[in-house]
Every structure is written in structure tokens, then in C-alpha cells.
């Protein structure tokens, strides 16, 4: 069975610095998807970052990167030049295709927050 | 384009009753899945549709079920609500059969039993 794991609870950074969230994950799929999400105290969850186990080179969108590391089967969440708004819940989340249809397995997420 | 709709944002019921929730993922899209979120247990998945069909099922009671129209619109219904029931219902659209295109997230149905 599939399973993320978060180990950071909370996270607290300072505005502008680098911060690094740690995902590990275990399948045993070849063919596996990696994400990303954030969640605001809103609620919703939005997207911000993919990773196919077949990428060749790691994901980045803007000030998101995620380091791949497919041996030790980490997905760490880089995010750059940290901002206020960035403050949220972070969630890991793994598809693999073994199990068939659309179904994500989410990790207990970590809770980040921006500091001036 | 406009996201994926969940409705209603926010639901009080009583113990033993029953709720439908409802769904309508963005336009073009066929895949819903359904997720509840709580503070114990996290986001686990509920289910999932694809063309009116279910395809894939969490664990989870009978008393949760769902369905999908011919519009890609889902609703989801519990029966015999417990207090444990209390949770965050997202859901989650996709346009791929593989959910290769990503899932987009409603803002959720926030559910509470009294």
C-alpha cells in the first residue's frame, strides 16, 4: 500500500528565506505521481506542484521546486524567497496507477508559517 | 474558467440525519473524487467517479455513498450522521482518465454534527 510520510508538523520561516518541507513516500509502483498542495485556512487545497516517477529533471513552478530524489524516495517542497501569503498547511500527496482510477494519498501535512 | 464548485460551503446537522453534498467539477472535466478531512485522521478518500461510473472506493461505511450525472456533476449523501461524521468534504476534478492532468480542489463543505 502506498503511504507519505511528513515529518514536520510545523515549520516557521523568516520572509524572503528559503524553506525546505520534507515528503517521503513508499510504493511499490514504478509509475507513480508526486504533488504538492496548499491549503489556507480557507480550506481549499491548491495545487502548485507535480513530479512524474519518470522525470527526468525535478519540478519547478515559480518559487516552487521540488527535489526529487527517486533512490531514497523523497519529494521535498522548496519554496524561494518566502512571502507572508505563503503561511498555510503543505501537503505530500502520491497516485500511483497500480490501484486504478483517480485516488490521492495524502501525508499529515505541515503546517508553515512566514515570519517578518 | 471557473473552478470546481462545492456546495454548500458550510452544514449543520443533527445526529441521524441524513446530508447530500454536491459537486460540479470544472467544465470538460469527467473525474470526481471525494475526500473528508479531519483533524484525527487526516484527508482520506472517500471515492471516486469517472463517466457516471464509480471506479474506485475508500474505506469507509455504507452509510457514505455517491453519484455522478450525466453533466460530470457529483453529489455525495451520508446517512445516520454520527458526530464523527464532522469534517471537511473536498472535492476533486480531473480531466484525465489518469489523473495525469492534476486535480483541481473545490473550497470544500464544511460539516458539522450536533
Known amino acids: 500500500a502506498q503511504k507519505i510520510t511528513q515529518t514536520q508538523p510545523g515549520m516557521f520561516v523568516q520572509e524572503k528565506e528559503a524553506v525546505t518541507l520534507d515528503c517521503t513516500y513508499d510504493?511499490?509502483?514504478?509509475?507513480?505521481?508526486l504533488f504538492w498542495y496548499k491549503q489556507p485556512s480557507s480550506g481549499e487545497m491548491i495545487f502548485l506542484i507535480y513530479?512524474?516517477?519518470?522525470?527526468?529533471q525535478n519540478a519547478t513552478e515559480g518559487r516552487y521546486s521540488l527535489n526529487f530524489q527517486k533512490a531514497r524516495k523523497s519529494a521535498n517542497l522548496v519554496i524561494s524567497a518566502s512571502q507572508l501569503g505563503d503561511s498555510a498547511m503543505y501537503f505530500c500527496?502520491?497516485?500511483?496507477?497500480?490501484?486504478?482510477?483517480?485516488?490521492?494519498?495524502f501525508g499529515t501535512g505541515t503546517q508553515l508559517k512566514v515570519e517578518l | 474558467k471557473a473552478g470546481v464548485t462545492q456546495t454548500p460551503r458550510y452544514l449543520i446537522k443533527t445526529r441521524g440525519q441524513q446530508v447530500t453534498l454536491s459537486c460540479s467539477p470544472i467544465?470538460?472535466?469527467?473525474?470526481v473524487s471525494w475526500y473528508q478531512q479531519t483533524p484525527g485522521q487526516g484527508l482520506q478518500f472517500l471515492f471516486e467517479?469517472?463517466?457516471?461510473?464509480?471506479?474506485n472506493k475508500g474505506n469507509f461505511p455504507g452509510r457514505f455513498s455517491g453519484r455522478q450525472f450525466s453533466n460530470s456533476r457529483s453529489e455525495m449523501n451520508v446517512s445516520t450522521l454520527e458526530l464523527g461524521d464532522s469534517a471537511l468534504y473536498l472535492c476533486?476534478?480531473?480531466?484525465?482518465?489518469?489523473?495525469?492532468?492534476?486535480?483541481?480542489f473545490g473550497s470544500g463543505t464544511r460539516l458539522t454534527v450536533v
Open positions: 476533486a476534478s480531473s480531466a484525465l482518465l489518469t489523473g495525469d492532468g492534476g486535480y483541481t
Open positions: 510504493t511499490s509502483d514504478p509509475s507513480y505521481g
Open positions: 513530479q512524474g516517477s519518470y522525470d527526468q
Open positions: 500527496a502520491m497516485k500511483d496507477w497500480a490501484g486504478g482510477g483517480n485516488k490521492l494519498t
Open positions: 467544465s470538460g472535466h469527467r473525474s
Open positions: 467517479y469517472f463517466s457516471e461510473t464509480q471506479r
